[in-house]
């Protein structure tokens, strides 16, 4: 049995890291706004915009690799602390700042592990085991004891978080061809 060669990386810019953060940052800050305007008692708004945040995930790691992907995550997730406690409810910033770690490293670890499968099985994968984590844990901190539908909320959230994780593999091909490194193409 042959060895596959290493998958090759570019290296990550300060320009890169930067971009990468703020997109993660607004993400996040946009999701909890939105996630405390409910659209109906399956849905709320926060539902639409969150997915992406697995999208900037999933390119980072396979056009930089793991590593810079988990520090795209971990500042991030400090960016996402200073402004959710100053945007949401603290509850709502502590559940968001605990699910968006767990599940943005469940994601880097297992889009990782999958890399060398089918282009769309890897950000597919990861995808779906992250939003799942991050739906449970971001709803059962937030909201269990209230009085809200945050049941059926956690149920809507998860299914909208899959269904655009499927549409967002368009945007993540498009955008890994204009990423991958000159040796990959």
């Not at 320009?15 to 996040?28: H, K, N, S, T, Y």
């Not at 405390?36 to 690799?65: C, E, H, K, M």
Request: with cysteine; proline share 6%; charged share 10%.
């Amino acid at each position: 049995m042959s060895a596959r060669p290493s998958p090759v990386f570019a290296p990550m810019t300060g320009r890169a890291l930067l971009l990468a953060v703020l997109a993660m940052g607004a993400v996040v800050l946009g999701s909890n706004v939105l996630v405390q305007y409910p659209i109906n008692d399956w849905l709320t708004w926060g539902a639409f915009s969150y997915p992406v945040a697995f999208l900037v995930s999933n390119l980072i790691n396979r056009r930089f690799g793991p590593g810079p992907a988990r520090r795209v995550a971990w500042a991030g997730f400090a960016l996402a602390v200073l402004l959710s406690f100053w945007i949401a409810t603290p509850r709502i910033a502590v559940a968001s700042c605990s699910a968006f770690i767990v599940a943005q490293l469940l994601d880097i670890t297992v889009f990782d592990r999958l890399r060398r499968g089918s282009w769309w099985r890897a950000p597919m994968v990861a995808t779906t085991c992250s939003a799942t984590v991050d739906t449970t844990l971001f709803w059962s901190i937030a909201f269990a004891g209230s009085a809200l539908p945050w049941m059926s909320w956690a149920l809507g959230d998860l299914a909208v978080k899959l269904l655009i994780g499927v549409c967002l593999l368009a945007p993540f091909r498009a955008l890994l061809w204009k990423m991958a490194p000159t040796a990959v193409r």
